[in-house]
Structure formats: C-alpha cells, structure tokens
C-alpha cells in the first residue's frame, strides 16, 4: 500500500479528470445522436411528399370559377334578349304593315285604285296594238303607259276632277307606305308583298301626273312611290344597327 500523499492527491486528479472526460464524451455523444436523429427527420419530411391544403387558394379558384360562370350567363342572358328585343321589332312592323292593308281596304283607297284602273283599260285597249309594237323596249313602253295616264287626268293643272282625286289618293296610300317601310315602323317585303303589283303598274302610268304636281309646287310629289318602286328603302337591321 502506497502511504505517499503527494501521489494519492495526483491519482485523484486523474481519477476526475478522466471521469470530466468520460462526461464530456457522453455528452458528446448524446449531442450528435440528437443531431443525427434530427437530420433523419428532416430527410425523411424531404422525401415523402406532403399534401398541403391551401383553404385561400381553393376558396379563390371556386371564387373565379363562379365569376367566370356568371359573366357567361350574362352574356348569354344579354344576347337572348336582344334578339328577343329585335324579334318584337320585327313583329311590331309586321303588325304595322298588316294595319296599313286593312285601311287599303277600308279607307277608300282599294276603291281609288279600282276607279283609276277602270278609267285606264279603255284607253289602254286602244293601246294594246302599240303597247305590243315596242316589245321590250322600257322607255318606249312607259312613254305609252304615261300618255295614258295622262289622258285619264286630263292633261290639265286644275288637278280637281274625280280622277285627279283618285289618283291622288292612291298617291298618298303609297307614299305613306313607303315613308313607313323606309322608317322601319313597318315591314317593306310584307308591303311589297300586298302592292308591289300595284305600285309598279300604278307608278308607270301616272309618273308623268306626279312630274307635274311637282312642277305646280308640290316639291317631292310621287317621290316616295318611286323608291317604293324602285327598293329604295331602308332595309331593317338588327337593333337598328346592323
């Protein structure tokens, strides 16, 4: 047995300075377990692949899906009325159109044009013979259709006998027809369906009577039965714009 004390005090020094060691070393130990264990973790999360519900992103898709959705029946909705819009314009004329024959009918005016017409087959029978001479020549036809028409008035700017009256009244059906039609308050292919006929024959034999209503200061006069005539009349667009 070593009695030295001197030697006893440095063994106890080794002894805990071995035993410092020893905690230290454990202590690293357990330090980098810790550290190793939490780098797994953080690799293992890295690796599998997650699901991140995203409440804001959905609720702002299902938002611009419901937007988008509204803009389309909006638009669907604007375009149907329209047309439903356009579709009641177009009956509107219709109507009209159809008012306007009834008062054709009832207003004298089928009368003026049956009196004017009996006034004119005389005078065109003794025509005929002429009439079928020029053939297809137009300016020569109207030029006999207009003599016509210019005997059964007379010739004369007094513009007061029965048949001036008559035509002028099947004038003034014509030129409100027209003037109805070129402002789209009544349809022209319905109007020109029930007087075409009669508007171009009635316009051949009396353009010259209108000529000289013009030149006794009735500015315009028949103008508007010739466009009505001739299709010069402002078609119907959709709204009015197309």
């Not at 008559?166 to 022209?188: S, T």
Request: charge should be negative; proline fraction near 2%.
């Amino acid at each position: 047995m070593d009695d030295n004390p001197t030697k006893a005090a440095a063994g106890a020094r080794r002894e805990q300075e071995e035993t410092a060691e020893r905690d230290e070393i454990r202590r690293r130990g357990d330090a980098e377990h810790q550290a190793a264990h939490t780098a797994v973790g953080v690799l293992e999360g890295l690796s599998v692949a997650k699901v991140v519900e995203d409440q804001y992103s959905s609720l702002h898709k299902a938002d611009e899906i419901a937007a988008l959705l509204l803009k389309i029946v909006t638009v669907l909705a604007l375009t149907f009325g329209l047309f439903e819009y356009d579709r009641q314009k177009a009956d509107a004329r219709v109507t009209q159109s159809l008012s306007l024959v009834q008062e054709w009918e009832t207003g004298g005016y089928r009368a003026a044009f049956t009196n004017t017409n009996d006034r004119l087959w005389p005078l065109y029978s003794q025509s005929s013979d002429a009439i079928a001479a020029v053939g297809d020549d137009k300016d020569a036809r109207a030029l006999l259709y207009g003599n016509i028409g210019e005997a059964v008035t007379g010739r004369d700017d007094a513009f007061v006998s029965d048949a001036d009256r008559d035509v002028d009244l099947v004038f003034h059906f014509f030129e409100r027809a027209a003037i109805c039609a070129d402002e789209q308050i009544c349809d022209y292919p319905v109007l020109k369906t029930f007087f075409g006929s009669e508007a171009d024959s009635f316009w051949l034999y009396f353009s010259k009577y209108a000529e000289r209503r013009q030149n006794d200061g009735y500015a315009g006069y028949g103008d508007w039965t010739r466009r009505f005539v001739e299709g010069q009349i402002t078609p119907a667009k959709f709204l009015g714009l197309f």
